[in-house]
């Protein structure tokens, strides 16, 4: 039993159903009442880890999710991200967070992994990292693929938020376990083309709106294509990396101006 990650979950539900959010979930019973499992989700929105959680309920189990460091820093949502166990990822020093995930799985807990590790902008399925498929692999655990879709009506990037009653219909859909091949790069390319069907498969029973931005331009929306949701993301990277530097380059500036004061203080002293 946890009972703070179950208070989560209720709080979670009270406000879906405050937002009038209509959950349709099917393939529940693909994840394992027990054992460890890596659960791998496509990402179109920034509340699908909290969407992602209810199927697991069906087994009354939690997933622990890797997400940012950054989260974790924050002195709000770190703590409560830490009694709910979830794994810190440091983009720094992926390593750490990598074993991690391995040793949870080992010990029979349920890892939620987006393979695209960014939200898509164009709600296509981006190209997958390998991470998911090494993490099964080396812990000897099945990938459960579960797909997400409208969650990007509620909240997405690059666009304002919906966070009020919407009745957003969401629909999550969970495939068959997914087995690891010896070879990783074998087992992303096969998740891959498994959750891309069911995308597809869910997306033909949903009702899109002709021209509206969370709908794919494949469905007649005006969402960017891959090749140009891509460009945005790479240039978006860029800026990111640009300013980094330009704080860390202040920062040691500041450092040597400090520490040229404390020289010039230190010989007058003498």
């Not at 704080?247 to 004061?261: C, L, Q």
């Amino acid at each position: 039993m946890e009972p703070f990650y179950r208070t989560i979950i209720g709080v979670a539900r009270t406000l879906f159903a405050a937002q009038g959010l209509k959950f349709t979930i099917t393939g529940e019973e693909h994840i394992p009442a027990t054992g460890g499992a890596v659960i791998a989700i496509n990402h179109t929105g920034y509340m699908d880890f909290t969407y992602a959680g209810i199927p697991a309920r069906a087994t009354k189990r939690y997933i622990r999710f890797m997400a940012k460091k950054e989260v974790f820093d924050n002195k709000i949502s770190g703590p409560m991200m830490r009694a709910m166990k979830h794994i810190p990822v440091d983009r720094g020093d992926a390593g750490e967070s990598y074993r991690h995930a391995v040793e949870s799985l080992r010990s029979g807990e349920l890892v939620g992994v987006f393979p695209e590790e960014t939200i898509s902008r164009s709600f296509e399925l981006k190209d997958f990292r390998s991470g998911a498929a090494r993490m099964a692999l080396e812990a000897g655990v099945p990938i459960v693929p579960m797909v997400i879709w409208g969650s990007q009506r509620v909240w997405t990037k690059g666009h304002p938020k919906h966070l009020g009653r919407t009745n957003t219909p969401i629909v999550i859909k969970i495939g068959a376990p997914v087995v690891p091949h010896e070879s990783p790069a074998e087992t992303t390319a096969e998740l891959h083309k498994v959750m891309e069907t069911m995308l597809h498969e869910v997306q033909q029973g949903y009702r899109h709106e002709a021209g509206a931005y969370w709908v794919p331009r494949r469905l007649g929306g005006s969402a960017p294509g891959r090749e140009e949701a891509d460009a945005e993301d790479a240039r978006v990277a860029a800026e990111r990396r640009a300013r980094k530097e330009r704080e860390r380059a202040e920062r040691e500036g500041r450092g040597e101006r400090t520490g040229h004061r404390t020289r010039r203080s230190g010989t007058i002293g003498w």
